[in-house]
């Protein structure tokens, strides 16, 4: 159960911060996962100002006259905690969020946090499999099913995440008559944004493999990928699969359902395709994120270089 979120503020601010919730909700069209830590991260800001002002519930005349001191005197107490810098940054970019909306509704008019700068964020390259080691993957997936059905379906999730590049809630949300005729799959993915991605024969091959041998009868519109009850498949139940292949092939804790869209991304580029057609493969709003893939490539060139110095 989740723990209920408390804000030290006045009854007009608590409005205000639920408006805000509101508009990132529904016209920035953010997931209840990111709503929830967008709300405890200015939760957490409003209490700390809250305390060092000695008041009860902060008002907003209080959140008016802030000065840049006192978003930095937050941000060394997060610190001292010794919270990951990802975590710090995301915090400050609620608050960036939750003053620019004040600002442009006329509430308020305070720059504070526009001279703040964001802790750097550690450098995380993306974890891809080798192709002999994703192929491997793909290979022992059906194996480890008890029933027949239940292994071809594991085989085609797989399969669609390293074909398509998905991300694994986006496969499992995936309806029958979503993958039809056509060589395109629209796939709706993070705010509502639609993308077109390839579709391989393969892929349809190993679906259609697993709809032949599924025992129930999904109609268009249910859920293509079901749980032993029929139920739409949980993201858990992948992950529990792609755990015990990591034990049974010795790879790292890495292979995860996301590692194979990773995987797919990092393939492609060695196989030289350009950033801007990966970008728009993987749904990615910017092409900085995507770019993180050359770095995959040159750790990769680095390590083989570092091999064959060694052999020499």
């Known amino acids: 159960m989740k723990q209920e979120i408390v804000y030290l503020a006045s009854s007009e ?9 509101n508009w990132l909700r529904d016209e920035r069209r953010y997931s209840p996962h990111t709503l929830d830590a967008y709300a405890r991260d200015l939760a957490l800001f409003i209490n700390f100002l809250a305390e060092n002002e000695n008041e009860k519930k902060l008002s907003l005349n209080a959140l008016k006259n802030i000065a840049p001191r006192d978003i930095r005197a937050f941000l060394s107490e997060r610190l001292s905690r010794h919270i990951e ?9 609620t608050l960036r969020s939750f003053f620019k909306w004040l600002n442009r509704r006329g509430i308020m008019d305070n720059t504070a946090i526009s001279v703040i700068s964001s ?10 499999l080798d192709v ?38 986006e496969a499992l949300s995936l309806n029958v008559g979503d993958i039809g005729h056509n060589d395109f799959l629209k796939i ?6 639609e993308r077109l991605v390839p579709l391989l024969p393969v892929v349809k091959e190993k679906i259609n493999a697993y709809l032949a041998a599924c025992p129930y009868d999904i109609k268009p519109g249910e859920a293509l990928f079901l749980g032993a009850r029929g139920e739409r498949l949980s993201p858990r139940i992948v992950q529990r699969t792609l755990e015990k292949i990591r034990g049974i092939l010795g790879l790292p804790d890495t292979l995860t ?14 196989a030289g395709t350009d950033l801007r057609s990966i970008q728009e493969l993987l749904g990615h709003a910017s092409l900085n994120t995507t770019q993180r893939y050359t770095d995959v490539q040159i750790d990769k060139l680095q390590r083989d270089y570092q091999k064959a110095d060694l052999l020499k």
């Open 13 to 21: 601010l608590k409005e205000l911060i639920l408006g805000w919730q």
């Open 85 to 93: 810098h990802s975590s710090a940054a995301r915090e400050i970019s």
């Open 119 to 128: 802790p750097r964020r550690a450098k995380v390259l993306p974890k891809a």
């Open 132 to 169: 002999d080691d994703t192929f491997k993957v793909l290979e022992t997936v059906e194996k480890l099913a008890s029933e027949k059905w239940q292994g071809l379906r594991d085989v085609a999730i797989l399969t669609i995440l390293y074909g398509c590049g998905l991300r694994i809630s």
């Open 188 to 193: 709706k993915g993070k705010g509502n944004k």
């Open 257 to 270: 359902p996301h590692a194979l869209r990773h995987s797919f991304a990092t393939h492609l580029l060695a």
